[in-house]
């Protein structure tokens, strides 16, 4: 196996995945496969942690069937929680003011906004596009509120929702450029743009669980589907893209997997991480 500038690669000693368009399929299933193969890394003595846009009780679902023992980075590293679901590493939220001009932003493309604290999520619409399927998703409900005012004291994310995609990526650049260097804005879905602190990003997850682990970014493998995965992709020694993800992901990857409903998650583990480490022994 080769790194990115050609040379050979660092042994890896620590995956991080993204969940949804990832580890689990389209209707969020986790499979035999990919949870075997998450057994086999930690058999291989492989360290293994996953990081998403949800909430952190939005991945407690993942906890047992992957036998999970390190640090979680929920909000895209906004909240980083150990598996317990109660001891919190590490917590980053928008900064004071920040909140109320990033949904304006939002308000300006006419999405809807959503609004998660470190606890809660408020919707001012429960009928409103991906409500229900997120409340599925995540394994909990909203709470329906008429004001965000007065809840933007522990902002972890904000997030604009469309089903318009242009909208929604015409919204990322200006969202970006209304919040500057206070946030990190990126669509985690094509009818998502996630907000968060501008350290809550994925490729900040990588640093801060290299830190954790005292494994070096060279020896951490990333694999996800998303833009704002290629942050992740940016700062591990080997990053996977998946076949569900857009020509620009899989280009910015050193690899490219099948898709999430093709396996692409097990087949990118056994292929790039597992069967890469046997072959250096």
């Known amino acids: ?77 906004g909240v980083l929680i150990k598996p317990d679901l109660k001891t919190v590493v590490d917590q980053k939220f928008l900064p004071a003011g920040v ?22 999520w408020f919707v001012r619409d429960p009928d409103a596009p991906h409500v229900a399927r997120e409340q599925w998703t995540v394994k909990f409900p909203p709470t329906v509120v008429k004001t965000f005012a007065g809840l933007l004291g522990r902002v972890a994310k904000i997030v604009g929702v469309s089903d318009d995609h242009d909208r929604v990526a015409k919204c990322e650049k200006d969202v970006q450029l ?21 350290q809550a990003n994925k490729g900040e997850v990588v640093l801060s669980l290299s830190r954790l682990l005292n494994i070096p970014p060279a020896e951490i493998a990333t694999i996800g589907d998303m833009p704002n995965d290629v942050l992740m992709f940016q700062k591990s020694g080997v990053s996977i893209a998946m076949g569900n993800a857009s020509p620009e992901v899989q280009a910015a990857a050193t690899y490219v997997t099948s898709t999430n409903e093709e396996e692409g998650f097990a087949n990118a583990m056994e292929k790039f991480v597992l069967n890469a480490r046997s072959a250096k022994v």
């Open 1 to 77: 196996m080769a790194s990115k500038n050609g040379r050979p690669a660092q042994p890896i000693r620590l995956v991080i995945a993204d969940v949804d368009g990832t580890l689990v399929t389209q209707e969020k299933v986790l499979t035999k496969r990919a949870a075997g193969a998450v057994l086999r890394l930690h058999e291989a003595g492989i360290q293994f942690s996953v990081t998403s846009g949800r909430p952190p009780r939005g991945m407690a679902m993942l906890i047992d069937p992957l036998k999970l023992t390190q640090s979680l980075a929920a909000f895209n590293g």
């Open 178 to 198: 209304a919040g500057g260097t206070h946030i990190s804005a990126a669509r985690s879905q094509p009818y998502y743009l996630d907000v968060t602190h501008p």
């Open 99 to 120: 909140p109320e001009k990033v949904i304006e932003a939002i308000e300006n493309h006419a999405l809807d906004v959503w609004v998660y604290t470190d606890t809660e």
